[in-house]
């Protein structure tokens, strides 16, 4: 994890030479995050009441975690105190968020949220926000598995004081969730003194850094735990947010006010899916009639295996918990209270059952048939013709009808190692933002490789495949796949590179035992060993993803151009095939979500050798891997401390390209 390790002293020192806010932002500009001037203020005032405050109290010396970032998250704490108990000697922490707000005023039917004095919109009550970061922490990190108690919580609000500090709305408080204003600063000092020596803590602070990250629970693999017991996933910042303002909006329909329609928005890993579970959770454990929806057949089957049903829910009707969006075509208005629509970019124009299709729009029929839809989708994973789920079109609909629309923002990262840059990467390299590709700057969270065969690429993901550990194989739509397995049930190898061949995922409902359907393979351990597509990747996430990019999208001239007629989905070259600048743009958005669907890593591959060597150079030289169990695998590039260089280097020596020499050996379970 990063943070800008200091202290009260040095703090103080810094700002004095005015050297606070660089040292930080060099400290956040290694990880891929570009700082704002609003946080570069915060940290000018903040910072430096604190640490004042630390130092006149004695405590200048205690080690000080500025910026700690959440492990798998883009989401990042003010500050951290790390040292000792003073009674035990145990290492002790405390989670400090720091608030320059001057009031704030309640929210009604929502406790949690708030609206900070000078603010229009409504903010997460930051005792909510400051337990959600220690929860989270004891939920990751090893060093705080077996003794939870060392970790504190506390917020600041230097600026609140007088009748504006009496009149603030507070919240039942707990050990990870004090409050303090401005006034309060003699018990906040008592407080930190209750739980830190004033001398350093003799290594605590590099063990909360250096400390063990414990993998996240996969979302669908724990749906039915989330759905029995909706602490397994714990929401931060914008998250939670977005839970509290659906919840408002639930109690607000239900008392008879003005019908809303809920939009989260958010890109891969923002955290939308995991949103949606908590919601239906919640809201089910209430008495809601609740429903849960989405246009993805390997996303809603995989639902209904994992989630089941929870026992303690009393259901007030029997209809199904997850459905399709077609499957609301003739449903009665407003028969739900909530209808949670996951991928909602993959709403249809019209529904269609057989040979009926609906009588309005699909967006409307998930209007009509709950009180309060809410849709999470990404306007950029809209990848089949059709497809018109967006924030614009639902937001438009939705205001021609009469409803009122509420529209959130989700601005974390949760997958991809929590690295931000990496999306951003991604989408500058695909040509989905404005401006060249440039080299990969390399995040320590996020792995990312470029090999130069097929076989390499399966063999260092067969590594890491395990029972503490996923990885799974995914292509660009460029090879036949055969709807029938052979004749002893055996998948076809459709998907053939030179003399390597691997099945795509089973495309029947019931193919011979061991394989599974397309809608578990990116769950099912069997699925390794086959190639996912975007229709059964998409939603779905694992440890170390591989992406085969195929001759539909190459370099040319040093930007990525897309080949309709390599295409080998119906959908984009078929009977009615799209014009040239409609397909490469869903072309590019397929492999934006196969590029984004790891944890902890991504390798490329392309079976087009000017661009694996374009991707080579802008990833750079090959690095080490390190697996789920502590394994290093050569070949593989990492992070590095500088940039490469762009110029295109001999053939020989090509960066990120395996060697005859370099490459491993097969794994045992594909000789």
Not at 121 to 135: A, E, M, S, W
Request: one cysteine or more; a neutral charge.
């Amino acid at each position: 994890m990063s943070a800008f390790r200091t202290s009260p002293e040095q703090v103080a020192e810094l700002i004095k030479s005015r050297e606070l806010v660089p040292a930080i932002e060099a400290v956040l500009l290694a990880g891929g995050h570009r700082s704002e001037q609003a946080e570069k203020t915060s940290w000018m005032n903040s910072l430096y009441v604190l640490a004042k405050l630390l130092r006149t109290a004695g405590l200048g010396d205690l080690d000080m975690l500025v910026e700690y970032q959440l492990p798998q998250t883009s989401r990042r704490v003010d500050v951290i105190l790390a040292g000792a108990h003073p009674d035990t000697g145990r290492d002790s922490y405390l989670v400090i968020e720091l608030k320059q707000w001057s009031g704030a005023a309640a929210v009604d039917d929502a406790e949690h949220l708030v609206e900070a004095r000078g603010s229009k919109r409504l903010q997460l009550h930051p005792t909510t926000q400051v337990l959600g970061y220690c929860d989270y922490l004891a939920d990751f990190l090893a060093v705080l598995w077996e003794w939870p108690e060392a970790l504190r919580g506390t917020v600041f609000l230097h600026n609140l004081r007088g009748r504006q500090a009496e009149e603030f709305p507070r919240l039942a408080e707990t050990e990870q969730s004090r409050l303090f204003a401005w006034d309060d600063r003699d018990q906040f000092i008592r407080f930190v003194k209750a739980h830190l020596r004033a001398a350093p803590g003799r290594g605590a602070a590099e063990r909360l850094l250096d400390s063990a990250v414990r993998p996240s629970r996969q979302l669908l693999a724990h749906a039915a735990d989330e759905l029995a017991d909706r602490s397994h996933f714990v929401l931060l910042g914008r998250q939670r947010e977005a839970f509290e303002q659906v919840r408002l909006a639930v109690r607000q329909a239900q008392a008879g006010r003005r019908k809303k329609i809920v939009i989260v928005a958010g890109g891969p890993g923002s955290g939308k899916s995991v949103i949606a579970l908590s919601l239906l959770a919640a809201l089910a454990k209430e008495g809601r009639l609740v429903a849960h929806a989405t246009g993805s057949r390997a996303f809603t089957r995989s639902m209904q295996r994992y989630a089941g049903r929870d026992p303690e829910v009393r259901r007030p009707r029997q209809a199904p918990l997850f459905n399709y969006f077609y499957d609301y075509m003739d449903a009665p208005r407003d028969n739900l209270d909530v209808l949670v629509c996951d991928e909602a970019h993959r709403i249809r124009e019209w529904s269609k059952k057989g040979d009926v299709r609906g009588q309005v729009p699909q967006v409307e029929e998930l209007f009509d048939a709950a009180k309060v839809p809410v849709f999470f989708l990404d306007d950029r994973q809209v990848v089949r013709p059709g497809e018109m789920g967006s924030v614009d079109t639902i937001s438009r609909r939705a205001r021609d009808v009469g409803y009122e629309v509420e529209v959130i923002n989700l601005n974390g990262q949760h997958r991809c190692g929590g690295s931000a840059e990496f999306e951003r990467w991604v989408d500058h390299l695909l040509g989905l933002a404005d401006g060249d590709p440039y080299p990969w700057p390399g995040d320590e969270r996020f792995h990312v490789g470029v090999v130069e065969t097929p076989e390499a690429l399966e063999s260092l993901l067969a590594r890491q495949q395990g029972d503490e550990s996923t990885a799974r194989m995914t292509a660009g739509f460029c090879w036949p796949w055969s709807k029938k397995p052979l004749p002893d049930g055996n998948l076809v190898r459709d998907v053939e590179i030179g003399d390597w061949k691997r099945p795509w995922n089973a495309f029947e409902d019931y193919p011979r035992g061991g394989i599974p359907t397309s809608a578990y393979w990116a769950t099912d351990p069997a699925g390794f060993g086959q190639i996912g597509c975007i229709y059964t990747a998409q939603g779905f996430e694992y440890d170390w993803n591989g992406v085969i990019m195929g001759p539909d999208l190459v370099v040319r001239g040093g930007r990525f151009t897309s080949r309709l007629h390599a295409s080998r989905d119906y959908a984009l070259n078929g009977k009615d095939p799209l014009s040239g600048d409609d397909a490469g743009r869903l072309i590019r958005n397929t492999y934006k979500v196969l590029f984004t669907r790891g944890l902890k890593g991504v390798l490329l591959y392309s079976t087009d050798e000017q661009t694996r060597r374009f991707l080579a150079d802008l990833v750079g030289p090959p690095r080490v891997m390190r697996s789920a169990v502590g394994k290093e695998h050569a070949g593989v590039h990492r992070i590095r401390e500088g940039r490469p260089s762009t110029k295109v280097p001999d053939r020989k020596a090509q960066p990120g390209h395996f060697t005859s020499a370099e490459e491993p050996a097969r794994h045992p379970r594909h000789n």
